[in-house]
């Protein structure tokens, strides 16, 4: 693998990881609020990245294309674990609505602690294992079909390092001072549009679990 194969990689995972998701609305809710839980969530996606692509290297792509129910069932669990997240967060917003915080400290104890964003943040990256073939498209075309471990372990090094780079900006742009002002009056309006984009992406993974179990 050549220094422009690398470059591409590495513009491609950027992409990936900068792009809507449930990784980059969940920083977005935290970061409106509060810098610290931003940075947990972003902490706990990052172990999941680093988990799915230390299994793409490893062959994990062959391993859920050979057997479609392993990738079904963990659908299944992400899925409905997607849909629950969803469901929260629009009560959660809409009771805001009624009850609108007073202040940002008020905004940012409703986060709950550190731990439990950094919970969600890894939770919500493991609820979606499409992400192997994702990655396996991008890493197939690029890698020898028997990679040296130092190649393995660079390409893992590259595709997480590069994923907490953009993610990481993104949850300390979102949340400087000046924005979290600006945006702390849309929080109840962010949670509610978070909730019923989570509620959709579920909704596709159970759907998608059940077409790969049947």
């Known amino acids: 693998m050549n220094l422009a194969q690398l470059g591409a990689l590495l513009a491609l995972n950027l992409a990936g990881a900068a792009s809507p998701g449930p990784d980059v609305l969940l920083i977005t809710r935290m970061a409106t609020r509060s810098r610290r839980h931003a940075l947990a969530a972003t902490a706990g996606i990052q172990i999941g990245v680093l988990f799915w692509c230390t299994l793409t290297v490893l062959g994990a792509a062959a391993l859920l294309n050979a057997f479609p129910a392993i990738l079904g069932l963990v659908q299944l669990i992400g899925g409905g ?4 997240m969803g469901y929260q967060q629009i009560v959660g917003g809409l009771a805001q609505r009624l009850n609108p915080p007073a202040n940002e400290t008020e905004a940012i104890a409703r986060l709950g602690s550190l731990r439990s964003a950094f919970w969600y943040g890894l939770s919500t990256n ?37 994923a907490l780079v953009a993610q990481m900006t993104m949850a300390l742009v979102i949340s400087t001072s000046a924005m979290r002002r600006r945006l702390l009056a849309w929080g109840p309006s962010i949670d509610i549009i978070s909730g019923v984009l989570f509620l959709l992406v579920g909704a596709i993974l159970l759907m998608r679990g059940m077409a790969d179990l049947l």
Request: charged share 5%; no cysteine; glycine share 0%.
């Open 126 to 162: 493991l609820s979606n294992p499409k992400i192997v073939l994702y990655l396996s498209a991008m890493i197939a075309p690029l890698l020898p079909a028997e990679p040296s471990l130092s190649l393995s372990v660079l390409v893992v090094a590259l595709l997480a390092l590069s």
């Open 81 to 84: 674990w997607l849909l629950w």
